[in-house]
């Protein structure tokens, strides 16, 4: 399925917003420029992002150490052509007209990088994935 708006939208959500969908919207934000508007948001967002994390990403080449978790929002929803959700369960809103997708991906929330590490190749791997669906490099 092509989304037929001229710049995509993508909101990543997961319930605390510290791990795996502050890694799939740095990797999307950094993979596909500005050829995809990028959001990230939490059910229940912690005070800050999970440092293994921030270590695992900045090994791939990615600095997320200036973000923080935001709040999930009714008009972050609304505003994305497409909304993936990431272990938040029946906490994100839907709304018709959106495409949702689920990706079931282990929770890094208390891992050391040594155990992050797979989770954000396989969020990467996603994310090139979703990509060449919804924004081609032209």
């Known amino acids: 399925m092509t989304i ?4 995509p939208s993508v909101l990543f959500v997961c ?4 791990g795996r969908s ?9 993979l596909a ?4 508007q990028v959001r990230s948001a939490g059910s229940a967002p912690a005070d800050t ?14 600095n997320i150490s200036a973000e923080v978790p935001k709040a999930l929002t009714v008009e972050a ?14 906490t994100c809103p839907v709304f018709p007209g959106k495409r949702y997708l689920d990706w079931d991906l282990a ?14 190749d396989e969020i990467e791997k996603r994310i090139r994935d979703l990509i060449d669906e919804i924004a081609p490099a032209e």
């Open 107 to 120: 929770d890094p929330a208390g891992q050391g990088v040594d155990a992050v590490r797979p989770i954000r």
């Open 77 to 90: 929803v609304q505003a994305s052509d497409v909304v993936i959700t990431m272990g938040c369960g029946d």
């Open 49 to 62: 992002v999970n440092p293994a994390v921030v270590e695992a990403m900045s090994e791939a080449g990615v």
């Open 15 to 18: 319930v605390h917003n510290a």
């Open 22 to 30: 502050q890694m799939a919207a740095a990797f999307l934000t950094h």
């Open 4 to 7: 037929a708006a001229e710049r």
């Open 33 to 36: 420029g500005d050829r995809v």
